[in-house]
């Protein structure tokens, strides 16, 4: 099963680019890595999700290292709205998703 | 506008009642899922299902019960049997089973046990 490491917590100035790292060794080669953010007591939401390439979106990029054991999510421009609970997530054996305590990203004016 | 909707918000119970939390969605999505958060902690999977009158136990499944007897709609009963039930619960969906693509979450309903 995939297990993934992140900080507990991280600052970002408004307007510079938030970079959230996460670490999954353990991670097999059909296993993808799924990024969601969680506004306080709300439902979480989806961010972006890959396998080995580097993924971009409207939201984020993801970037991916060559041996897969870690991986980056960039928000290019964080915002004071971008403040959240970031879950790096593995799969299980069943796909089924295995979430941590992920990281509090505060963005300060 | 399509989404899942999660009925109650909050909901308070005394011990040794059940209470069944509503789930609904609009997306005509096969799979639902449930899942619990206690604070400070990530998402815990209680129960999935991939298609209607068909469910999984997920990782803490004791003290819960569900039914999808409909594709839009999977309830989740918190019963006396669950020993510390208060939490913060989740439903979501997503278009296919075995979650390879995005999950849609509902806003949640925070249970406390009085």
């Known amino acids: 099963d995939a297990k993934t490491t992140q900080p507990p917590s991280m600052d970002c100035a408004e307007g510079r680019a938030a970079n959230l790292p996460c670490n999954h060794s353990?991670?097999?080669?059909?296993?993808?890595v799924y990024w969601y953010r969680q506004i306080h007591s709300q439902g979480p939401q989806y961010i972006i999700h890959?396998?080995?390439?580097?993924e971009t979106n409207e939201m984020a990029s993801l970037i991916i290292t060559e041996d897969r054991k870690s991986s980056t999510l960039i928000l290019p421009h964080a915002t004071l709205r971008d403040t959240a609970v970031y879950y790096c997530?593995?799969?299980?054996?069943?796909?089924?998703?295995?979430w941590g305590a992920g990281t509090k990203l505060i963005i300060k004016p | 506008d399509g989404g899942i909707t999660q009925s109650p918000k909050y909901l308070f119970r005394k011990e040794g009642q059940n209470v069944t939390l509503s789930c609904e969605q609009n997306?005509?999505?096969?799979?639902m899922y449930w899942y619990r958060q206690d604070p400070g902690q990530g998402l815990r999977l209680i129960y999935y299902?991939?298609?209607?009158?068909?469910?999984q136990k997920g990782d803490i499944a004791e003290g819960y019960s569900v039914s999808r007897e409909k594709k839009e709609s999977f309830p989740l009963t918190v019963t006396s049997a669950q020993k510390n039930p208060t939490a913060f619960y989740l439903c979501?969906?997503?278009?296919?089973?075995?979650?390879?693509?995005?999950?849609?979450f509902g806003e949640g309903s925070r249970l406390t046990v009085l």
């Open positions: 997306l005509n999505h096969d799979a």
């Open positions: 997530i593995g799969q299980d054996s069943n796909y089924q998703l295995i």
């Open positions: 299902s991939q298609i209607v009158n068909d469910f």
């Open positions: 353990t991670i097999s080669g059909n296993e993808y």
């Open positions: 890959g396998l080995k390439n580097n």
């Open positions: 979501a969906s997503s278009p296919q089973s075995g979650q390879t693509g995005e999950l849609f």
